[in-house]
């Protein structure tokens, strides 16, 4: 498997399962942690490789640049990985769910949660476009490309007409 047939396959992982409060999804949190550190350990050990002449390359010095950046990008997602274990682990603590004041309180352990596990998504998505040697849009940038506006919505209904 290359790398970025690993790239794409934990990608692919953490489309498929999601994390939801609860023990299967403390399990399934675990286990994409791992699986983010096994890649970034990957990449760093190509660039590596790449680097002393051990991998064959055109141009050695910019492919282990290009998997160093892929590697530091793949940490930053494993840096919110760990950063929404905190939340999750609230979020899944029973006695929040026994009192309405605790469900309210678990409601920003849940938005935590999200808002990190999204994160870690756009910046492996980033990886990507890193290895590719495509550089993405800022998130918060205009696109270059104007969509179409939306169809126009079908008129109400109306019985007999």
Do not use: C, W
């Not at 890649?39 to 660039?47: I, Y």
């Not at 950046?69 to 979020?91: M, S």
């Amino acid at each position: 498997m290359t790398s970025a047939e690993a790239l794409d396959a934990v990608l692919d992982d953490l489309r498929t399962y999601r994390v939801d409060p609860g023990a299967g999804g403390y399990f399934t949190a675990l286990r994409q942690v791992d699986l983010l550190a096994h890649l970034a350990l990957r990449f760093t050990g190509d660039a590596y490789h790449t680097h002393t002449g051990d991998i064959e390359s055109d141009n050695p010095t910019q492919d282990a640049l290009t998997a160093h950046q892929t590697a530091a990008t793949i940490g930053r997602a494993f840096a919110h990985y760990t950063q929404a274990l905190p939340a999750l682990t609230k979020a899944s603590d029973p006695a929040t769910q026994t009192t309405l004041k605790g469900q309210v309180a678990a409601l920003t352990h849940h938005s935590a949660l999200r808002r990190h596990l999204d994160t870690a998504q756009r910046t492996l998505d980033e990886a990507r476009h890193v290895l590719k040697g495509v550089t993405p849009l800022p998130t918060n940038s205009p696109s270059s490309t104007v969509a179409e506006p939306p169809a126009a919505p079908n008129p109400p209904h109306r019985p007999g007409r």
